[in-house]
């Protein structure tokens, strides 16, 4: 069982990047983990809002097998204390069997397709950060949850 992370865009700002590649190493060390980013759509300033959605929705589907355990970060997800994300991704684990996909959308969110294959959604805050920053906030606390899971001491509570 892995966990990955699926992006729509690059992680282009370098602090961001070098941030993002610092958390990902570490949690290598407890869970095979991987990003995969999926290229921006290009020449969309003649689309909707709606028609932007629905294709990185088509996108995102395509990036996901049928067999995945889909949570997207959501603005309306649950939002978890950094304890209470340890038990979920323990009992995520616990689960058996399917890999563990975390999915950050596009500017305008995700499509109706993306909200009817998902598993679950979570909220990291109920403030906006920039999609970019998404990536390196989420993977640093889904280290602190292994790190919380194995009783080491990165955690303080």
Not at 104 to 113: P, Q, R, V
Request: aromatic share 10%.
């Amino acid at each position: 069982m892995k966990i990955s992370l699926l992006t729509v865009g690059r992680t282009d700002i370098s602090w961001v990047r070098e941030g993002l590649d610092n958390y990902a190493s570490r949690l290598s060390h407890y869970v095979p983990f991987s990003i995969t980013e999926i290229p921006e759509l290009k020449n969309v300033s003649a689309l909707s809002q709606s028609q932007i959605k629905e294709r990185e929705g088509k996108l995102i589907l395509k990036a996901l097998k049928p067999s995945d355990r889909v949570i997207l970060l959501d603005e309306h997800g649950k939002e978890f204390r950094s304890v209470e994300f340890a038990a979920y991704i323990e009992n995520l684990l616990r689960g058996g069997g399917k890999d563990i996909v975390f999915v950050i959308g596009g500017a305008y969110g995700f499509s109706d397709e993306i909200y009817a294959r998902c598993d679950g959604k979570m909220s990291l805050s109920k403030m906006t950060f920039s999609h970019q920053m998404v990536r390196t906030i989420f993977t640093e606390q889904l280290y602190r949850a292994f790190t919380i899971i194995k009783g080491e001491p990165y955690h303080h509570e």
